[in-house]
Nanobody
Framework: QVQLVESGGGLVQPGGSLRLSCAASGIAFSINAMGWYRQAPGKQRELVAT???????LYADSVKGRFTISRDNAKNTVYLQMNSLKPEDTAVYYC???????????????WGQGTQVTVSS
């Protein structure tokens, strides 16, 4: 079972930057896709960015050009660098990793506990 621990959230002024980290622990044969999602009050959880095991990335239109997702496979960690933050980026941010416990086992998603990001003056 893979466990995820997030860090890096907080309060930042509009235009500021934050860097989120999410580290995985536990037994896994491989960790494939990694991603960040967010959920604002009263809204559904939405995809922010994902990165595959071959480092292909995908971003929501709302964050393109401002956010950068990256991963460190040696540390089983995924990062989200957030620049030019806007009040509408305020949300709880969750990381997700899809892993296989054994070579031919199905992928199982794991979620972090969430970290609050608040963009306000």
């Amino acid at each position: 079972q893979v466990q995820l621990v997030e860090s890096g959230g907080g309060l930042v002024q509009p235009g500021g930057s934050l860097r989120l980290s999410c580290a995985a622990s536990g037994i896994a044969f491989s960790i494939n896709a990694m991603g960040w999602y967010r959920q604002a009050p009263g809204k559904q959880r939405e995809l922010v960015a994902t990165v595959t095991s071959s480092s292909n990335t995908l971003y929501a239109d709302s964050v393109k050009g401002r956010f950068t997702i990256s991963r460190d496979n040696a540390k089983n960690t995924v990062y989200l660098q957030m620049n030019s933050l806007k009040p509408e980026d305020t949300a709880v941010y969750y990381c997700r990793m899809d892993s296989q416990r054994y070579p031919f086992s199905p992928e199982v998603p794991a979620w972090g506990q969430g970290t609050q990001v608040t963009v306000s003056s």
